[in-house]
């Protein structure tokens, strides 16, 4: 746009220089310093929506802990669990792994897988840092170790009911009886019944409260109280 000028020289108006206008087939420029590598640590690391899961995982575990600590080395009640039910495949399955390895390990197997499968979940999750996760298996390994204690208890008495639905003293394949006779342990099968009894339940209290310890922690809380603290 032309300037306009009086008749002594003077400028009364300039233009401004029209922007620059950008054609569609120009793509935007970039500056390297703009570009943001993203990291999973940018995520924010609260997961509120998942809390209330876990605590009602936690409370189930803890409702089925109260009911095995109070029925010590109770066969009956322990075989009626839903959670024997989950056990013992594992601990069939033992007798299966272990055949090749003899009688005395065909025998322990079941309850020695029992044991394992827990545990080894239990690793694995802890490597993924799965903590929470860690700690249920760890509770499951307890409560494996207290699903034994009956059967332990009656190496001697076989009076226990099987899974052919016979007791062991009408039929062979008490796995304990085989192993504490094997080991001349056998007087101590309800000592040892027991103390795997009260050790498994010791294991799934303190899985609990590691659980507990670690949602607590990771529940979001609001801060509006300190807000309204006066200042010192």
Do not use: K
């Not at 990291?39 to 899961?53: F, G, H, K, M, Q």
């Not at 033992?94 to 020695?112: N, Q, R």
């Not at 529940?219 to 006066?230: E, F, I, K, V, Y």
């Amino acid at each position: 746009m032309a300037n306009l000028r009086d008749r002594g020289g003077v400028c009364l108006y300039r233009s401004r220089p029209d922007p620059p206008t950008l054609r569609p087939s120009d793509p935007p420029t970039v500056r390297p310093s703009d570009l943001q590598t993203f990291r999973p640590s940018d995520l924010p690391t609260d997961t509120p929506d998942v809390n209330p899961l876990r605590w009602c995982l936690l409370a189930l575990l803890s409702w089925w802990s109260i009911g095995f600590v109070t029925h010590p080395v109770d066969g009956n009640y322990i075989a009626g669990s839903f959670l024997h039910l989950v056990n013992l495949p594992f601990h069939e399955a033992g007798h299966i792994l272990f055949s090749p390895f003899g009688t005395f390990l065909t025998a322990a197997g079941g309850s020695l897988l029992q044991l394992i499968i827990p545990i080894v979940c239990a690793v694995s999750l802890l490597r993924r840092d799965d903590h929470y996760g860690a700690a249920v298996c760890v509770w499951w390994a307890g409560q494996s170790l207290v699903d034994l204690a009956p059967y332990i208890a009656d190496a001697r008495a076989l009076q226990l009911v099987l899974l052919g639905g016979r007791t062991g003293a009408e039929i062979e394949g008490h796995d304990w009886e085989a192993i504490l006779m094997s080991l001349g342990w056998m007087r101590y099968d309800r000592t040892l019944g027991a103390a795997a009894h009260w050790i498994g339940c010791l294991t799934m209290v303190s899985a609990i409260v590691a659980a507990g310890a670690m949602v607590w922690a990771a529940t979001p809380r609001s801060d509006t109280g300190s807000a309204l603290r006066p200042e010192v």
